[in-house]
């Protein structure tokens, strides 16, 4: 077999978003990896050979896929965008054997932390792998894992219609390639304190709500717990008439019930989230496999006894101030509350809540022709900060899952946080 020759690349100045995830992969006591992934359980007639020229054909479709990430001494990153996909975009494992879910399910997780320290790899790697799991005729699982720093959840949709497309052989059915564009991504921002909205958002710094577990001298203190439970049916098909005679978004009311829990469980007024928001600005943004993906703060002053109405209509006001500045660099906030905290050892020095909303649930909706997909839950050995908040509205209704660090938190306590969520909710749209 004749060798194959060493790839071509382009460089190019990573942009803010994709700036801040390689630098905080290199902060001390910050998370090692930051994956977007997913174990799906495939049962059926399996052709592994189209998985995995399908697998190889997405990641020769989309640059960013193809695209690694240097970091120089001055904390400058490069994003080196390679001609030819890396290596172990797809491996096959021996059969395990298995056909009980729960069993599967174990050997899965067990699997991904041995696939996921592939991302460390100081050499070059690829940024999209897949890692097929035999167990027994016709019931594999699939580990389908890329690099957070490549995509956001948008382009995560992109790619299982393109997988589904690619795998039942059927490429004609594709729309050309949009390939991510940096200089599309605007760069330069004016400083914070030209900036009075911000400045306003940040005087004084948001107090610490949680425990402030250190990342670094206390390696269980991440450990995750959860606390998961569905919305009330009652409550949840409500939501939109709420919504309607509110005059906001399902999201503003999950926000301000969110803000009351908060309060009422730390007894503070002044909280504080911080929750992805999408910054594409052009069409065909829309249609790119790429990561457009802020973080945008979102504190509440307002006292609780004023009311969830009133919770709501600072709700509606925090979101129309923020989407103006969808696109500031989170990173500039998080250096300056780190400059005002000077010597304290946190994970992030802003921020210690991360809300996530999602419409759908992007993880349901992976299909390959002529099998059964079943998605199923990755659980991380580490959370990513002392508290992440998921919402999932579907059709069928919400689902609601809180996952705290194990030093911020006793499972009692989240427990209690999500109770006080659901009361939120209910009476919101009561």
């Known amino acids: ?49 189209r998985l995995r020229s399908a697998l190889t054909e997405l990641v ?21 965008v390679h001609e030819n996909e890396g290596p172990d975009v797809f491996r096959v494992a021996p059969p395990s054997g298995l056909s009980d879910e729960s069993a599967i399910h174990e050997h899965a997780a067990q699997a991904f932390e041995d696939l996921s320290r592939n ?76 900036t009075p909205a911000l400045r306003r958002l940040l005087t004084p710094l948001p107090p610490r709500l949680l ?83 802020n973080l945008a703060l979102l504190r509440s002053r307002a006292p609780s006894a004023a009311g969830l109405a009133h919770m709501v209509r600072e709700c509606r006001s925090i979101m129309r101030d923020t989407f103006r500045l969808r696109d500031y660099p989170i990173a500039s906030l998080v250096t300056h509350a780190a400059i005002q905290r000077a010597g304290k050892h946190y994970r992030n020095p802003l921020y210690q809540v991360v809300l996530i909303h999602s419409t ?14 079943k998605s199923m839950e990755i659980e991380r050995t580490q959370a990513a900060n002392e508290l992440r908040i998921h919402v999932t509205d579907h059709p069928d209704g919400a689902e609601l899952l809180l996952v705290g660090a194990a030093g911020a938190f006793e499972q009692r306590g989240l427990d209690r946080l999500l109770e006080l969520w659901q009361e939120a909710e209910s009476a919101l749209t009561s």
Not at 12 to 22: E, G, M, N
Not at 60 to 80: G, S, W
Not at 122 to 138: G, K, T, V
Not at 235 to 250: F, G, H, Q, V, Y
């Open 119 to 194: 991302f460390l790899a100081p050499n070059r790697h690829s940024i999209l792998q897949a890692a097929l799991l035999p167990h027994r005729e016709n019931l594999h699982s699939l580990l389908f894992a890329v690099d957070h720093v490549a995509i956001d959840e948008r382009s995560r949709l992109i790619l299982q219609r393109e997988l589904a497309v690619l795998y039942a052989q059927r490429p004609e059915e594709l729309g050309e390639v949009h390939p991510f564009d940096p200089d599309s991504v605007r760069t330069s921002f004016p400083s914070i304190d030209e």
């Open 60 to 80: 020769r479709r989309h640059p960013i896929l193809r695209t690694n990430y240097a970091m120089l001494d001055d904390e400058e990153v490069l994003a080196i």
């Open 360 to 373: 759908e649930d992007a993880g349901q909706s992976w299909t390959l022709e002529g099998l059964e997909v």
């Open 211 to 293: 425990a402030n577990p250190a990342p670094e001298s206390d390696p269980d203190a991440f450990r995750p717990l959860t606390a998961a439970q569905p919305l009330a049916r009652t409550t949840s098909s409500r939501l939109d008439d709420t919504a309607r005679r509110l005059r906001c978004s399902r999201f503003v009311l999950h926000l301000a019930a969110v803000m009351w829990a908060l309060k009422q469980f730390t007894r503070t007024d002044d909280v504080s989230v911080v929750t992805p928001i999408d910054t594409r600005q052009r069409a065909e943004d829309f249609r790119t496999v790429g990561y457009y993906q």
């Open 1 to 49: 077999m004749a060798a194959k020759l060493p790839s071509r690349a382009t460089v190019y100045r990573a942009t803010p978003p994709q700036r801040r995830l390689i630098t905080m992969r290199h902060a001390p006591g910050g998370v090692p990896t930051q994956i977007v992934a997913v174990h799906l359980l495939l049962r059926g007639p399996l052709d592994i050979d």
